[in-house]
């Protein structure tokens, strides 16, 4: 299938550190531009961190100097290692972007969505 597979939430203490993980299924052969979204109870979603082909970032003011993404083209993956974790950063946290296809395909595609809680 043609999807985006998250993995790395869970349970942190506040000041801990966590790294997520996408990973794009074997039919994609490419990725694009692409970001982490997260949803917290009762609040829309929100871009968390972006970054382009050639690994151009941008932050959300809440998370700059404590996230950071990053990705490997090589392998078709893009991760967010989260630092000095806060109770608000607890949320459902989605990887979103443009995929190509082996058979050359374009596709918007998020991941599942992994849920990250800070709590003491």
């Known amino acids: 299938q043609v999807q985006l597979v998250e993995s790395g939430g869970g349970l942190v203490q506040p000041e801990g550190s966590l790294r997520l993980s996408c990973a794009a299924s074997?039919?994609?052969?490419?990725?694009?531009?692409m970001g982490w979204f997260r949803q917290a109870p009762g609040k829309e979603r929100e871009l968390v961190a972006s970054i382009s082909t050639l690994g151009r970032t941008n932050y959300a003011d809440s998370v700059k100097g404590r996230f950071t993404i990053s990705r490997d083209n090589a392998k078709n993956t893009v991760s967010l290692e989260m630092n000095k974790l806060k109770p608000e950063d607890t949320a459902v946290y989605y990887c979103?972007?443009?995929?190509?296809?082996?058979?050359?395909?374009?596709?918007?595609?998020w991941g599942q969505g992994t849920q990250v809680t800070v709590s003491s």
């Open positions: 979103n972007g443009l995929v190509t296809t082996t058979w050359g395909a374009k596709y918007d595609r």
């Open positions: 074997r039919s994609i052969v490419s990725i694009g531009d």
